[in-house]
């Protein structure tokens, strides 16, 4: 429950059966309430109309307000602010109340991996939506498939500013001398699949880029989201990484599921899942492992997750230091708390330095312990253990010790808890514990 998933809440049996329990969690569909969700289409409706408010009180569109607008640390107004409030928050929630805790931190990992963040007004709309039908569908399925379906989704078209990329032969690069963007191009070599040890170019990277032109974003007209648009497309077969590409929007789907079953990117794709689930420096035996079954099965992520789960590394704990979202699910789970008595879920994991799609870089927020580990981060996390024990007044920290850590409680945690000077003091000393913040 600890190493896999986000802490046991107190209600919850410890499985009989640990490995059939975590494989238990990979089988059928992800079961996240979707009840009240808003989808793509539905969010990108409420971009619509908060455009036309604005220009109904300004007379023309701010720049932010375009489908690939990115604004940073701008000030989104209602109504996509409250929408990327409420998503954040229910993304937190969702995790502090999953029955499925390992597919949960599963479709974290994925979200992670394939970063956005609200930058944009369409990928603020859009972010919720995006973890519920590009990431949580595919984190048991093939990485290819999970690939597209993120480098299509108007979240991600947003955020990397590829709804406004025209070929320089395209009809619209040629008759309004729009130019090519090559962010999403990149990102997708360097961070998403083969990165720069398969020994890619630039020259490719700028090709790649010109492969994906007229994938775009529709806005106004049904169906509202993803749209390929011929006359932004370059045309002609083009040449990445070695291989011709044919033109049109069938190139693009050929090239990325060419590049999501590519031995480098099952290479990277294994090394980040062992860093994520073992440890900081990941072993090379035990990557090989992942990598092996990645390659054997095409890129089944539900097969790579039960491999994970047989590496002798992942039940070695304590050698994972927790990300402050995980710390903050982590400390709630354990006390019971349900998402309607903590309101600002979100405001408390921005506070602690991890907001929700918030990351600072298209490569994610870091999986090791020295980028976490900083002392006023440290300070941050007593400071919040403080406050969590002032509202739990009534737990018993030895009682939820024993209950939360089982064997992992040491003696030496088990002895300060004892010897503090109240109870607050004492549930304080525990949530902000060696094995409170480790996994």
């Given at each position: 429950?600890n190493r896999f998933g986000?802490?046991r809440?107190?209600?919850?049996?410890?499985?009989?059966?640990p490995?059939?329990?975590?494989?238990t969690?990979?089988?059928?569909p992800?079961?996240?309430?979707?009840t009240?969700?808003i989808?793509?289409?539905g969010?990108?409706?409420?971009?619509?109309?908060?455009?036309q408010?604005?220009k109904?009180?300004?007379?023309?569109m701010?720049?932010s307000?375009?489908?690939?607008?990115?604004?940073a640390g701008?000030?989104?107004?209602?109504p996509?602010g409250?929408?990327?409030?409420?998503?954040?928050h229910?993304?937190?929630?969702?995790?502090l109340?999953t029955?499925?805790?390992?597919?949960?931190?599963?479709v974290?990992?994925?979200?992670?991996?394939?970063t956005?963040?609200?930058?944009?007004?369409?990928?603020?709309?859009?972010?919720g939506?995006?973890v519920?039908?590009?990431i949580?569908?595919?984190?048991?399925?093939?990485?290819s498939?999970m690939l597209?379906a993120?480098i299509?989704h108007?979240a991600?078209?947003?955020?990397?500013?590829?709804?406004?990329?025209?070929?320089?032969?395209?009809?619209?690069g040629l008759?309004?001398?729009?130019g090519l963007n090559?962010n999403l191009?990149?990102?997708?070599?360097e961070?998403?699949?083969?990165t720069?040890a398969?020994?890619?170019t630039?020259?490719?990277?700028t090709?790649?880029?010109?492969?994906?032109?007229?994938?775009?974003?529709?806005?106004?007209?049904?169906p509202?989201?993803?749209?390929?648009r011929?006359k932004?497309?370059?045309?002609?077969e083009i040449?990445v990484?070695?291989?011709?590409?044919p033109p049109g929007e069938?190139?693009?789907?050929?090239?990325?599921?060419?590049l999501?079953?590519?031995?480098s990117?099952?290479r990277?794709?294994?090394?980040?899942?062992?860093c994520?689930?073992?440890?900081d420096?990941?072993?090379p035996?035990q990557?090989?492992?992942i990598?092996?079954?990645?390659?054997?099965?095409?890129g089944?992520?539900g097969a790579?997750?039960?491999?994970v789960?047989?590496?002798?590394?992942?039940?070695e704990?304590?050698?994972?230091?927790?990300?402050?979202?995980?710390?903050?699910v982590?400390?709630?789970?354990s006390?019971?708390?349900?998402?309607d008595?903590v309101?600002?879920?979100a405001?408390i994991?921005?506070?602690?330095g991890?907001?929700?799609?918030?990351?600072p870089f298209p490569?994610?927020?870091?999986?090791?312990a020295?980028?976490?580990?900083?002392?006023?981060a440290?300070?941050?996390?007593?400071?919040?253990?403080?406050?969590?024990?002032?509202?739990?007044?009534?737990?018993d920290p030895e009682?939820l010790g024993?209950?939360?850590?089982?064997?992992?409680?040491?003696?030496?945690?088990l002895?300060?808890?004892?010897?503090a000077?109240?109870r607050?003091?004492a549930?304080?000393?525990?949530?902000a514990?060696?094995?409170?913040?480790?996994?």
């Amino acid at each position: 429950m600890n190493r896999f998933g986000f802490g046991r809440r107190p209600e919850e049996r410890l499985p009989s059966d640990p490995h059939g329990w975590l494989r238990t969690q990979l089988a059928g569909p992800d079961p996240a309430p979707t009840t009240g969700a808003i989808d793509t289409a539905g969010a990108l409706a409420i971009v619509v109309e908060q455009q036309q408010a604005r220009k109904s009180v300004f007379g023309e569109m701010p720049p932010s307000a375009t489908a690939g607008g990115a604004q940073a640390g701008a000030k989104l107004p209602r109504p996509v602010g409250m929408l990327a409030a409420r998503e954040a928050h229910d993304l937190l929630g969702c995790a502090l109340m999953t029955p499925s805790p390992f597919r949960e931190r599963l479709v974290w990992f994925w979200a992670n991996h394939f970063t956005v963040a609200n930058r944009a007004t369409v990928t603020s709309a859009c972010s919720g939506a995006y973890v519920r039908e590009a990431i949580r569908p595919n984190v048991t399925g093939r990485f290819s498939d999970m690939l597209v379906a993120v480098i299509r989704h108007p979240a991600m078209l947003a955020y990397l500013n590829q709804a406004q990329s025209a070929g320089p032969e395209s009809v619209v690069g040629l008759r309004r001398h729009r130019g090519l963007n090559e962010n999403l191009a990149r990102e997708c070599l360097e961070l998403h699949t083969v990165t720069p040890a398969s020994g890619y170019t630039q020259a490719d990277v700028t090709n790649f880029a010109r492969v994906l032109t007229g994938w775009s974003i529709e806005l106004h007209d049904e169906p509202r989201g993803f749209r390929f648009r011929p006359k932004m497309h370059e045309p002609g077969e083009i040449e990445v990484m070695g291989r011709v590409w044919p033109p049109g929007e069938e190139g693009g789907l050929a090239l990325l599921n060419w590049l999501g079953t590519h031995p480098s990117t099952y290479r990277h794709l294994a090394t980040k899942l062992v860093c994520h689930f073992v440890a900081d420096d990941p072993p090379p035996d035990q990557v090989r492992r992942i990598e092996t079954v990645l390659r054997d099965t095409r890129g089944d992520l539900g097969a790579a997750a039960e491999a994970v789960i047989e590496l002798p590394g992942a039940w070695e704990t304590g050698t994972k230091l927790r990300p402050p979202q995980d710390f903050l699910v982590f400390c709630l789970r354990s006390v019971g708390a349900t998402p309607d008595k903590v309101p600002n879920l979100a405001n408390i994991a921005g506070s602690l330095g991890q907001g929700v799609f918030q990351a600072p870089f298209p490569i994610g927020w870091p999986d090791r312990a020295a980028d976490w580990a900083g002392p006023e981060a440290m300070v941050q996390r007593v400071d919040f253990s403080y406050g969590l024990a002032g509202r739990e007044a009534a737990i018993d920290p030895e009682q939820l010790g024993h209950a939360t850590l089982g064997p992992l409680l040491t003696q030496q945690t088990l002895s300060q808890i004892r010897a503090a000077g109240s109870r607050r003091d004492a549930l304080t000393l525990l949530l902000a514990s060696p094995e409170f913040q480790r996994r």
